[in-house]
T-cell receptor
Framework: NAGVTQTPKFQVLKTGQSMTLQCAQDMNHNSMYWYRQDPGMGLRLIYYSASEGTTDKGEVPNGYNVSRLNKREFSLRLESAAPSQTSVYFCASQEGLATVEQFFGPGTRLTVL | GESVGLHLPTLSVQEGDNSIINCAYS??????FIWYKQESGKGPQFIIDIRSNMDKRQGQRVTVLLNKTVKHLSLQIAATQPGDSAVYFCAENNAGNMLTFGGGTRLMVKP
């Protein structure tokens, strides 16, 4: 099993450009999450999907949109990138609400100039 | 608002010694707390969790203690090894399995 995979690993954008971060998991997990991690800080939840077909806002949703494409895939879109969105983005998955462990992907390092 | 935080940003220990990483939390309604380990350039990795109705839980070389009276959480690592060098985060759950992470503490193991 590959676990949680994310693409791309690195990305540089100019202010105002758009892009989509991709995430996929092969563990048949129900819940998926998007976090951002700024330098020297903990992770902050952007959006999550408790199950296929549902999405909800987390702590810092402004400037982002998500799509739970199917059970495996959960994408994060930046419609108009801003320098404040420079960060490392992590996707995570979890078997379900009855479990506690979230499995994280390797991250996408995004720089917005 | 509710928050999870750490007392020490950096902890340096000698190889073979025990390490203790501390965390303060403020949301007394959390059902469980988790410790994650993050190595440089990688995503966080689950270490151990503890339910709010427990005081202590042990894993392989790790022990988590929960003191609800003072809202304090600690991670003890026995016989610390170079491979334990990483940033450690505590996290608490909120509604819908949403996690709130603390700021992290860096553990450095000296050979």
């Amino acid at each position: 099993n590959a676990g949680v995979t994310q693409t791309p690993k690195f990305q540089v954008l100019k202010t105002g450009q758009s892009m989509t971060l991709q995430c996929a998991q092969d563990m048949n997990h129900n819940s998926m999450y998007w976090y951002r991690q700024d330098p020297g800080m903990g992770l902050r939840l952007i959006y999550y999907s408790a199950s296929e077909g549902t999405t909800d806002k987390g702590e810092v949703p402004n400037g982002y949109n998500v799509s739970r494409l199917n059970k495996r895939e959960f994408s994060l879109r930046l419609e108009s990138a801003a320098p404040s969105q420079t960060s490392v983005y992590f996707c995570a998955s979890q078997e379900g609400l009855a479990t506690v462990e979230q499995f994280f992907g390797p991250g996408t390092r995004l720089t917005v100039l | 608002g509710e928050s999870v935080g750490l007392h020490l940003p950096t902890l340096s220990v000698q190889e073979g010694d025990n390490s203790i990483i501390n965390c303060a939390y403020s949301n007394s309604a959390s059902d469980y707390f988790i410790w994650y380990k993050q190595e440089s350039g990688k995503g966080p990795q689950f270490i151990i969790d503890i339910r709010s109705n427990m005081d202590k839980r042990q894993g392989q070389r790790v022990t988590v203690l929960l003191n609800k009276t003072v809202k304090h959480l600690s991670l003890q690592i026995a016989a610390t090894q170079p491979g334990d060098s990483a940033v450690y985060f505590c996290a608490e759950n909120n509604a819908g399995n949403m996690l709130t992470f603390g700021g992290g503490t860096r553990l450095m193991v000296k050979p």
